[in-house]
């Protein structure tokens, strides 16, 4: 008899012998600048902890408190017995934090765009999305029937040509919606986003935007991309975003109009059918918002952390590419090179993992360092001192 389970292990090992697969590294104990990854201490250089939030005191102990006063679990998905006060208050705080009328809090940001954007548009609809979005919004819109188009990574021409063209459909297309991540985490760049804005603008077109690298990290205090670029509600119609990186807690959100709230609870197969945070979840990210609020001084540290490293790289002769964010590439070129850089750190005490096909093309591999604004002076010119020391071993400086 044929084994019908035989694919798996086959299609493991195809992984394995094109160094695909995943092997991966045990954290043991807290996510902190200094940390235990496989039984040795590093310097933790790849999490997405940017502000170092998940360690916060405040927001443990809130965490706690909701623990003692609320329990575990939330018992039931948000719609039917499983909204908590706790999670109002945190919509509400979040609301205010970004300025928007209204937000409404996903179990992550994953189900955040998978359960939304394919209920902003269907059939007669139009969705127009930058060819490196995440994989969640490319789930998002597979999950559609509207009709799809891509455009050229962050060009704004590419996109006004694909609106034209969206423009000639006969009958005319009932609506259109424009996709992009804020912050590309693998080529570490930026939407032109208030550009973006205006052609949306103009060709009447909805605009979202995924902001779960911005959140945090860009704009005023850290309250992400559109305020970064000034925009408000009439430029971005629906932001999304994420706790799990710069929050240091888990869950997603979408913010924007009353309008835009009301409608996604009521149609995100996420947010309907699965189960809502555990209490001690959404009081650790009001915490988030409490502490991005009273203490300016984490998103100021992260970016004097960024603009240290990136100097100090670029000053040796290493290769930072386009970024512009506190995601900070070391490009290498070669994919077998850049596992080896990154092996190397490792054994000299950095975290740092390497970005190889197909994440990025071929000859593009790098190893994609994250600052984190509990960094010290210390520990960056630490790290520096060791990318010197295996760029010229490797011949990559
Ligand atoms: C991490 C990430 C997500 C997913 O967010 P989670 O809350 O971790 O599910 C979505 N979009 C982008 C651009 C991301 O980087």
Redesign the pocket.
Known sequence: MRDPTSFLKKEYQDLVDQSLDWRIAKLQGASTPWCNVDGKRVLMFCS?NYLSLSNHPHMKELAKRAVDTHGVGSGSVRPIAGTMDLHLELEERLAKFKGRPASLVYQ??????SGLIPQLAGKGDLIISDEL??G??IDGVRLTSADRAIFKHCDIDDLALKLEEAERKDPAYRRILIIT???F?MDEDMAPLDRMAKLAKDHGAMLYV?D??GEGVLGEGGRGIVSHFGLGHNDVQVE?G????AFGV???HVSGSQDLKNFALNKSRTWLLSGSHPPAVAAACIGAIDVLENEPQHVRNLWKRTDRFRKAMRDLGFDTGRSVTPIIPVMVGDSAKAKRLSERLYQEGIFALPIVFPMVAKDKARIRTIMNAALTDEDLDFAVGKFEMIGRELGII
């Open positions: 997405n992550t940001g994953f189900a955040a765009n979005n995440h969640s919004i991540d804020g912050v985490s995924d779960a690298h999304m994420t706790f799990s990186k888990v869950g997603g």
